[in-house]
């Protein structure tokens, strides 16, 4: 039934899937004790299946057009593995999370991966949807177990119910979109954009894309779906947070890029007032996504939670993106933004990775590292890096990232949007600013506390150190990737 | 009678405007949970009656994943609110402000 | 790897060792720094040598690499006669700060010995990037040392100071980044390619009617840190607060860092807009002589009293620049390296005499010249040469200023701008004379003042090092004016007389 042809094809799902049941079963034999076991066989399964990437070479549909394996998507399915690998290898750190739990931790995070990576190279709806709750249902249950107890079962209740209603509504949208075009596949709906058949699409069509878009958006943080960020980065461990903030971003990124990028054509067909009413939304949103990112973080009191906002800003940079480049083709707009989001994902994995190191014995807070730099010199470093590049201030990776992100937008005739990105930038520079100077200036005794098992740390500040290389050197990731 | 494609999706979005409006109105968690359980019928109801008209059997198809998901998703869901009571918090939505949002 | 890049980037890389030397051996750890700095000076001196005088306004020791090939930004550097200038003034300010921060600096010397020198690449490399990208990385990477310095190293204010420094600056900064991708974006639609060199990008005139927008926003960057009234309310606060070598660095040369970019980068790329604009800007700059001078008098806290005085000198600056015209250009090239020895010289000699009294109050000072005979004179000379008294370094640059601006063609009342411009001349002697007066004249007032230590031999070598510059400027200025000839005066001149011409 299975033929070897299709068993190499779906190999990365495979060896997640197997990984994950693998771990649990484990875990039902082996000792608590065994942790640095689980680890080991996680990152062994990560291994395999982004190894099994590199199988990918042609666009080719698999499973009869269910899924489409190109390189982009693998691009994008290579980043979301490996910071997983990043995550996986850091979760030690937090013991009271992996004290209860640790293989269904892990397991959880494997099948999470899995979803992520059914999202990005999904041709069909329903996959993409089967790939978007793989992805979140994981997330629900690892958001409640953080140290705070309450906090995290409110928070964990909270984004599952948003988090529930976002997969209805997606899949209510995929009902409309079915019943107008009698297809579901994105690459057939693509084809029905560019024949003559776009004219006659029925107002249900419409609603139902734009609740398929809204969903997204949702799962993406921004305005005005952005409202669960702040909460549930706040009560969630930090190593979970730190998945989360990479991998929903990675995947749901990444089919934006294939909706939005692959609509060239539509500028040439006559109803231009639909794409046009499409980017003064997206554009609009994205002006009050990057504005609340910014003033929100300024009178934030806990690290983590201003982090959130801060994603709400950055994803904010990405929809202004998305929003002013509509339409332009796939090859010039990829590269800028898999270069910043690969940026957002290292700093932000520098970030809450370096954060979790502490926050179980107590919570960080802007507070709270007065003077980090005279106990722990070399994290203090590693939060700067991360900071900085966050902020976009050069010689970091951030400001090259955000250099040419300005540059195509204010190319397409986006200066408006750029100026308040500026403006966003501006604001959000002080909450960083305000962070690096307790750690740098202030003398005080900081709370913060590092793990005596020190070796791990080396690889969170050698993603630090990849900051600035990369805003040095940017064109390393631009000659290695193309 | 064969039912009009119309009057099916009419159902399907009445199903789906009364789960959104009781998930805005509802004080209980498991209300509340059940209204997003109604959302994902009203979207199974619409491919159904959308798979009928066509006469495309993915849409029988495309309900069963859903249900599975959905099934999938009330374990999760429901085990998050166990643990909610566990964890001594109150089960109505309006007391839960421990975190500012 | 040619010399003036190790030119820029040695203080760095010395810097980064440095940060491995064990923090207890504090005395090796200033001299190795003491000696760096003065190997960059000494390279700076080098780089005369090579430097071929009857050219100064094209750009030598050259080097040009590919660096992000798709948006045409090299790793462009050379330096010209005025770039020459700035990168020397900045190399001999940080080596004598350097030396003489010694008694002030007692505890994390490593972390303040690594800002300065890599504040010290920052500011050389500001001043030889010829390529606009590279500029702007080296202009914000001066905000980051900075910011070390005046927040660890500062007074009681300095969270504060640091805070608004830093915010104040990079808004403008973010306002030229706007301005230069624009740039970029316009000449890839009207030339076809994209180049962020100086000498590319002055080959391919940007249309009259956009270079106004642009120009705003380079502006604003530039005006900021000059500063210009009505942006420089961040100068007093940081002066004030920052230590004695972050303020002798911060009114030496970044101050001029801001009129270097206009002068390197507004001029030549936005020409016409700057004749639109300059009515405007001159209003401004006499506006800021006359307030800062009036602030100045004003002041009791001796630093402040300074950095009032600098926004009023550097008024003077770009009251020359926006003149448009070639004599009003180099006499205001001549006042950025006046201003920068005699204001530096200043904040040195209060930062001595503070880290003996810890107060800056002119009133607890008085009479002190009979106990300290030799920092008396030095004070004096150096108050002298920021008067602009003929035969010192402050006057020619003056002079030449307002000579320019006088035969202007952009000023359309001379005789009254140049008046209110010399009434700041005269407010500038009233203050610092009354400041000298306070402090040194008459008998001793404060008991307590009996006890204040002179300047030894290596401190008064240091000093005098200045105020032999400050002499030799003052009576031979010409060393200097023959080298400060910027490259597209000329063609800003020809415009001018076209404009003028139209409209007679």
Redesign the interface.
Known sequence: MFSSDILIQISPYLWLTAGAFVVLALGLFVQNEKKPLFVLITCMFLLLSILSMFCIGDPVYIMNGLLLHDKFGCWFAVLLLVSLFVVVMMIPYQTKLVAEYPSAVLSLLLMSACGGLFMIFSNHLVVFFVGLELLSIPLYVLVGLGHHKGKSSEASFKYFLLGAVAAAVFIYGTALIWSSTSSMRIDELFEIFRSPLYQTLPKTFWFGLSLVVVSLLFKLGVFPFHFWIPDVYEAAPASINAWMSTASKIAVVGVLIRLFYMFPVLDSFEPEHVTSKWMITMGVFSIFSMMWGSIGGLYQKDFKRLLGYSTISHMGYVLMFISSTFGKSYDETFEVLFFYLCIYVIANLVMFLLISQSEEKQDVTVDNCKGLVTSHPVIALGFAFGL?SLAG???FAG??AK??L??FV??QGG?YL??FA?LS??IS??YY??IL?NM???DGHTTFQVQQEGRRIWLILFLAFLLILFGIL??IV?NWLF | MIVPLDHVLLVSFALFLIGLVGLFLRKDALTIFLCVELLLNAANVAFVGVARSIGDVTGHVVVLIVIAVAAAEAAIGLSIVIRLHQNKKPLEVQKLNELKG | MSFLSLQIFFPFLCGMLLLFLPSSKQKYIWNITIGIAAVTFLMSLMLWTQFDFLIPTIFQWEERFD?????GVYYHIGVDGLGLVMVTLSSFLTLIALYLSRNSIQKRVKEFAFSMLMLETAMIGTFCALDLFLF??FW??V??PM??LI??YGGEK??YA??KF??YT??GS??M??GL??L??IN?TNHGMVSSSLVDMTLMKVPASQQFWLLIAFLLAFLIKVPVFPFHTWLPLAHVEAPMAGSVILAGVLLKMGAYGILRFAIPLFPDAMIQIAPWMIALSVVGIVFGAMMAYAQSDIKKLIAYSSVSHMGFVTLGIFSLHPTALTGAMFQLVAHGLSTGALFLMIGYIYDQKHTREMSQYGGIASVMPRYTVIFFVTTLAAIGLPGLCGFVGEFLILMGAFQSHVISSPVVIIGIAVSGVVLGAVYMLKLFEHMFLGPVTNEKNQKLKDYKWGQLIAMGALVICMVYLGIRPNSLLQILKIQHVQPVEISVVKEVRRVQ
């Open positions: 900085l201030l050069p010689p400001f090259v250099f040419k300005f540059y204010i190319g200066i750029v100026i500026i930038s501006i520079v002080v600013f305000r100077a740098f200036l202030e940017p064109q631009q | 660096w992000i090939q798709k948006y702007y990385v914000e990477i905000l980051l910011c070390i927040g660890v300095r969270m640091t805070k830093f915010v990079l808004f973010l306002f980044l706007v991708i624009a970029y974006n890839m």
